[in-house]
């Protein structure tokens, strides 16, 4: 009986040794994993306030990893102004006005014979067939 006391308690002493040794081995890969994808979201143009990748991948390894190597690249918006359903942008709404703000082009030719451009209280001069300012967006008045 002596023998399997002995025996059943080098078991259990190396059965928990086992477990204590793989338990540590699993909480630093799942440490290192973490650290893994947070760095590849964070490559990827994630703020870090956006960034989950390190619970993506503590928690569930190589699928996060998986998860975060699939994540589209972020693009941050440059101007919330002037955008759909966005707040108007000088006083104009989406589209009155190119390119942020910029002017437009002005015509490549001269004004045709016999036309009359009309000019907008903003200076600029429209070709006659326009009822709106193509640089301010003003309507024009008669």
């Known amino acids: 009986m ?9 078991f259990v002493d190396h059965l928990m040794t086992f477990f204590l040794v793989v338990g540590i081995i699993g909480v630093i ?3 290192a994993m973490g650290f893994a994808c947070r760095a590849i979201v964070r490559g990827k143009g994630y703020p ?3 960034n989950y990748g ?3 991948g503590f928690f569930l390894g190589f699928i ?23 707040p108007y942008y000088n006083g104009q709404p989406y ?4 390119y942020g703000g910029q002017p437009y082009y002005g015509r490549p030719f001269g004004p045709q014979p016999g036309s009359q451009d009309w ?7 429209n070709p006659p067939d326009t009822r709106i300012c193509l640089y301010c967006g003003n309507t024009r008045r008669s």
Not at 95 to 98: A, E, H, L, V
């Open 95 to 98: 589209g009155g006005q190119p």
């Open 54 to 56: 390190f619970i993506w």
């Open 2 to 10: 002596k023998v399997f006391g002995t025996l059943s308690e080098n």
């Open 29 to 31: 890969t799942a440490i």
């Open 64 to 86: 996060g990893l998986i998860v975060c190597l699939c994540k589209p690249v972020y693009y941050p918006p440059n101007n919330m102004y002037g955008g759909p359903g966005g």
């Open 48 to 50: 870090d306030n956006m």
């Open 119 to 125: 000019y907008c209280s903003c200076g600029a001069a």
